[in-house]
């Protein structure tokens, strides 16, 4: 067994993540909901043609460049089953985070998500945001880059105070918590969770808030994008208060990602007002 460079990793990667958000558009409009079994909400349902597609073509470079990894990967495809059930590093892939409501219904911007795991922290990130045409990476300690289509990679760090005032929030947020960041004049967007976790990254964003649903807490994708807003210099948190955890079995029920002070004030109290404690 070996573990891939983080460094390898993401120059590796970054190619077929700009292929598989590239094959999402263009099957935008296209696709249909067929879901799958035995899951607990309609949004953890909701499988099209496009998450398969996408996912495969992810799968294609992991294959060729790290067949000794095992995988945690969202959807059930062919070349899942050629990975060895455990190794030293392990890569996770969701191929379209918010297929139901982000991707299908088009509320909010969707993503395209892959991690490398190692020593069960991710060290190195990869979040596309198709629509958007954004693509994020980051390694840990090395800080982080975002490609904007047809462009090559660049050092991002978050904006100065006040470069926007959307705040992107899961779909399920309760009314209460959207309602105490209107008061404080943000205007509330919805997104898919690797989205918001790199909300601050976004032209015209400032925070993002997601809740997890029921007592897992966040999963290990969605904490991905965790990773590359923090080595962009944003305020990443969990329910505490305190930094989100990097080990990915670190309790987080909550993720808050915030440009600035000023921010994470507002989520902090609109998390409050949602009833989970701060």
């Given at each position: 067994m070996t573990t891939p460079v983080p460094r390898a990793f993401v120059a590796s990667m970054l190619p077929a993540l700009r292929q598989?958000?590239?094959?999402?558009?263009?099957l935008e409009g296209r696709v249909v909901n067929s879901p799958k079994e035995r899951e607990a909400t309609p949004s953890k349902a909701a499988l099209t043609m496009a998450d398969t597609a996408a996912q495969e073509t992810l799968l294609v470079t992991v294959w060729e460049r790290f067949p000794f990894v095992s995988l945690e990967a969202e959807e059930d495809t062919p070349t899942v089953h050629r990975f060895p059930i455990h190794g030293e590093a392990r890569v996770v892939i969701d191929?379209?985070?918010?297929?139901?409501?982000?991707?299908?219904?088009?509320?909010?911007?969707?993503?395209?998500?892959?991690?490398?795991?190692?020593?069960?922290?991710?060290?190195?990130?990869?979040?596309?945001?198709?629509r958007e045409g954004l693509f994020f990476d980051a390694t840990r300690g090395n800080g982080a880059r975002v490609t904007r289509v047809g462009g090559v990679p660049r050092f991002v760090r978050v904006p100065a105070p006040e470069a926007g005032r959307?705040?992107?929030?899961?779909?399920?947020?309760?009314?209460?918590?959207?309602q105490k960041l209107h008061a404080r004049g943000y205007e509330v967007v919805h997104g898919a969770g690797g989205a918001i976790a790199v909300a601050p990254l976004v032209?015209?964003?400032?925070?993002?808030?997601?809740?997890?649903?029921?007592?897992?807490?966040?999963?290990?994708?969605?904490?991905?994008?965790?990773?590359?807003?923090?080595?962009?210099?944003?305020?990443?948190?969990?329910?505490?208060?305190?930094?989100?955890?990097?080990?990915?079995?670190?309790?987080?029920?909550?993720?808050?990602?915030?440009?600035?002070r000023d921010d994470m004030d507002a989520l902090e109290e609109a998390l409050a007002a949602a009833g989970v404690a701060s």
């Open positions: 598989a958000a590239a094959v999402a558009r263009a191929p379209i985070d918010g297929t139901l409501h982000s991707y299908l219904e088009g509320r909010g911007p969707y993503a395209i998500m892959v991690g490398l795991v190692v020593a069960n922290r991710i060290e190195a990130a990869l979040v596309a945001l198709p959307r705040i992107l929030v899961s779909h399920e947020l309760p009314d209460a918590a959207k032209p015209g964003v400032c925070a993002g808030l997601r809740i997890a649903r029921g007592h897992k807490g966040i999963s290990s994708r969605g904490r991905i994008g965790a990773l590359i807003a923090a080595e962009a210099g944003a305020l990443v948190r969990c329910e505490s208060g305190k930094e989100f955890p990097s080990e990915l079995d670190g309790s987080a029920r909550a993720l808050l990602v915030a440009s600035h």
